[in-house]
Structures are given as structure tokens and as C-alpha cells.
């Protein structure tokens, strides 16, 4: 009998161990939540096709991301309309053909070449070879309170029929190696490849599309990233 009641005992305190456990963990969860940077909920009051935020370190890029469900040219078409607070914002927008969770093979986001370098207009200073050295990080915040880091890969100029009909290449390996592959060939006009990062089929990529400068309607420069690290806030 007292074996018994000493296990029942033993059952309890290890129970109670393990419910003290869940609780702190369910607090420290709550606590790094708290300090995630970006306010979705906010966001989404205003406008419901926020999904995102992108951020460059150390640039102007510090932009919701914006997804209309079913026309990809609404926020080209009216800017107006990403508002957030009553202000007009600077926004990023992707295509309905990728998954607003940045898990396709290939994440394409566009924004505007602003002549202030506001928008994606920045992005031009990859063409340096030193700004493209010391500017290596993408940070991108989900609305499910996700951090994901990116390293910058590649950057260079490529024809706009190209980017427009760049499929996500989801569940095809060879097809997105064999992108990849081109990409490595050092072909690209503009071009500037971090050749100590490996990126392979089985990884995420984001790329980065904005206007070409001198009035080059038919092509695009992009910054190409890959998904090195993913943290749940």
C-alpha cells in the first residue's frame, strides 16, 4: 500500500512538474510574441491583403507586402488603395501564383523603380559590386509570426517576358535546378553571384523584381535571395 500511494505521489508531482513546464513555456511564447516587431492585426484593420513585411538592413526598404486574391494589377492599378491609418504607404506586392506562406520554390515580389529610391528603386545599388558584399541579409515577418532570414545570392538585369512568366516551379526539381543552374553560369548582364552560398533545389528562394533604369520597358533588375533560417515568434 505504501508503494503504491509513494507512486501515485510520484505521479502527481511529475504532473505537476510537467503542467509548471507548459505554463512557463506558454509565457515565454507570449513574451517573445509581445516583441515581434510588426503589428499585423493593426495592419489588417486596414487593409486585409497585408500578409507580410519586408526589410533590408541598413536600406530604405521597409515595406508591408500586399496580395490582391484576384488581381494582380490592383495595386499597380490603384495605389491609392494601400492605405494604412489613412496614409498612403509604399507597399511590395506578389503575384496570386505564389502561397502567401513564402513556402513555393520561388517567391516573386515586385515593386515600383522610384526615381527617390523609395519602393524597389534601391534595389539598383546591388549593381555595385560593394554594396552587393555588405548588404547580404532579407528579413521578411509573416502574419502567422514568423521571422525568415535570407541570404542575397544573386542580383542582374533579365527580360520582363522572363520574370512574367517565371512559374513558382513548385514539386518540379529538375525544372528549378536547371533555373538555378543558369542562374550559377554567370550569364546575366548586371550580374553579381555570392558563390559561398549554396542553393540547390530542395531550398526557398525570394527574387526581388523592379523596373530597369534609362527607360528599359522590357527589362527587369532583381535581387535573388535564399531562405537560410525560419524562427517562430
Same mark, same amino acid.
Given at each position: 500500500?505504501?508503494?503504491?500511494?509513494?507512486? $501515485?505521489?510520484?505521479?502527481?508531482?511529475?504532473?505537476?512538474? $510537467?503542467?509548471?513546464?507548459?505554463?512557463?513555456?506558454?509565457?515565454?511564447?507570449?513574451?517573445?510574441?509581445?516583441?515581434?516587431? /510588426?503589428?499585423?492585426?493593426?495592419?489588417? $484593420? @486596414?487593409? $486585409?491583403?497585408?500578409?507580410?513585411?519586408?526589410?533590408?538592413?541598413?536600406?530604405?526598404?521597409?515595406?508591408?507586402?500586399?496580395?490582391?486574391?484576384?488581381?494582380? #494589377?490592383?495595386?499597380?492599378?490603384?495605389?491609392?488603395?494601400?492605405?494604412?491609418?489613412?496614409?498612403?504607404?509604399?507597399?511590395?506586392?506578389?503575384?496570386?501564383?505564389?502561397?502567401?506562406?513564402?513556402?513555393?520554390?520561388?517567391? /516573386?515580389?515586385?515593386?515600383?523603380?522610384?526615381?527617390?529610391?523609395?519602393?524597389?528603386?534601391?534595389?539598383?545599388?546591388?549593381?555595385? @559590386?560593394?554594396?552587393?558584399?555588405?548588404?547580404?541579409?532579407?528579413?521578411?515577418?509573416?502574419?502567422?509570426?514568423?521571422?525568415? #532570414?535570407? #541570404?542575397?545570392?544573386?542580383?542582374?538585369? /533579365?527580360?520582363?517576358?522572363? /520574370?512574367?512568366?517565371?512559374p513558382s516551379m513548385n514539386g518540379d526539381t529538375a525544372l528549378f535546378q536547371?533555373?538555378?543552374?543558369?542562374?550559377?553560369?554567370?550569364?546575366?548582364?548586371? @550580374?553579381?553571384?555570392?558563390?559561398?552560398?549554396?542553393?540547390?533545389?530542395?531550398?526557398?528562394?525570394?527574387?526581388?523584381?523592379?523596373?530597369?533604369?534609362?527607360?528599359?520597358?522590357?527589362?527587369?533588375?532583381?535581387? @535573388?535571395?535564399?531562405?537560410?533560417?525560419?524562427?517562430?515568434?
Amino acid at each position: 500500500e505504501m508503494k503504491r500511494q509513494e507512486e $501515485e505521489e510520484a505521479q502527481r508531482a511529475q504532473k505537476a512538474a $510537467e503542467e509548471e513546464a507548459a505554463r512557463q513555456a506558454a509565457l515565454e511564447k507570449e513574451k517573445k510574441r509581445k516583441s515581434f516587431p /510588426i503589428d499585423f492585426e493593426g495592419l489588417r $484593420e @486596414q487593409n $486585409e491583403d497585408i500578409f507580410a513585411w519586408i526589410t533590408i538592413p541598413d536600406t530604405v526598404i521597409d515595406y508591408p507586402l500586399l496580395c490582391h486574391p484576384s488581381d494582380d #494589377t490592383y495595386y499597380l492599378n490603384h495605389p491609392e488603395r494601400s492605405l494604412v491609418k489613412g496614409i498612403h504607404i509604399d507597399s511590395v506586392e506578389m503575384k496570386s501564383i505564389n502561397s502567401l506562406d513564402m513556402r513555393d520554390s520561388n517567391t /516573386i515580389l515586385y515593386g515600383h523603380n522610384q526615381r527617390d529610391q523609395s519602393m524597389f528603386g534601391s534595389l539598383h545599388q546591388y549593381e555595385d @559590386q560593394a554594396y552587393f558584399d555588405t548588404h547580404p541579409t532579407i528579413l521578411i515577418y509573416t502574419k502567422d509570426y514568423k521571422l525568415l #532570414t535570407y #541570404t542575397v545570392f544573386n542580383c542582374g538585369q /533579365i527580360d520582363d517576358s522572363h /520574370i512574367l512568366g517565371e512559374p513558382s516551379m513548385n514539386g518540379d526539381t529538375a525544372l528549378f535546378q536547371s533555373y538555378l543552374d543558369n542562374i550559377k553560369s554567370g550569364t546575366m548582364p548586371k @550580374q553579381h553571384l555570392r558563390k559561398d552560398v549554396q542553393v540547390t533545389s530542395a531550398d526557398k528562394i525570394i527574387t526581388l523584381s523592379t523596373c530597369e533604369n534609362g527607360g528599359q520597358n522590357d527589362r527587369r533588375f532583381i535581387v @535573388q535571395a535564399v531562405l537560410t533560417s525560419s524562427e517562430d515568434y
